[in-house]
């Protein structure tokens, strides 16, 4: 009985971690490069098919604050521009 418990359970476990490890669209894009770069310098990068493009428009601006809150230089207009249009680009 707990192996049948188990495997559904590990599946979805491996279907979550998949959005946050897959591969980037476009991964030599200076834009895929920059959201990399920039995003990944406090948490792991998820594949921007995770959210919708006003899901995207919101964590940006969130992110955007707690950078600012953890004293790290916050993106540039030009690093959100190029990150929200590679972002918004991709997303599901």
Known sequence: ?????LL??????F????????SLPDPDSREAKLYAERCGL?????APGL??????KVQVARMQN???RRGL???DPDERTMILTY????AG
């Open 1 to 5: 009985m707990g192996l049948r418990l």
């Open 8 to 13: 559904p359970a590990a599946a979805l476990g």
């Open 15 to 22: 279907a979550l971690l998949a959005g946050c490890t897959a």
């Open 42 to 46: 406090c948490h792991r990068i998820y």
């Open 51 to 56: 959210m919708t493009a006003e899901m995207w």
């Open 66 to 68: 707690e950078m600012q």
């Open 73 to 75: 230089r916050p993106l």
């Open 87 to 90: 972002l918004t680009a991709h």
